[in-house]
């Protein structure tokens, strides 16, 4: 059974906005941290945003003031909104998520941005 779930994923132009979704099998609060990364074609993964049990978030200085984590506990999901995307954007967004010892990771949606 896969642990999560993403969503959300699209063609979007430059300027757009688009919301993913992580939902995951089980309750939320049993992962430390929850986050997103993503992955252009030759550059390396990195880190988007993350956010906490407690609710504490961090994001990557590229997507600081445009990208938006959020939680919802009742539904067990993470939310990434993307707001004024640029064409550099454009990844496999994945999400991730780490319990005691073990990170999941979700199968990756394609966000693709034109100018």
């Known amino acids: 059974q896969r642990q999560l779930v993403e969503s959300g994923g699209g063609l979007v132009q430059a300027g757009g906005s688009l919301r993913l979704s992580c939902a995951a099998s089980?309750?939320?609060?049993?992962?430390?941290?929850m986050g997103w990364y993503r992955q252009a074609p030759g550059k390396q993964r990195e880190l988007v945003a993350s956010i906490t049990s407690g609710g504490i978030t961090n994001y990557a200085v590229s997507v600081e003031g445009r990208f938006t984590i959020s939680r919802d506990n009742a539904k067990n999901t993470v939310y990434l909104q993307m707001n004024s995307l640029k064409p550099e954007d454009t990844a496999v967004y994945s999400c991730?998520?780490?319990?005691?010892?073990?990170?999941?990771w979700g199968q990756g949606t394609q966000v693709t941005v034109s100018s």
């Open positions: 089980r309750n939320i609060f049993s992962f430390n941290t």
């Open positions: 991730v998520a780490d319990a005691a010892r073990v990170r999941y």
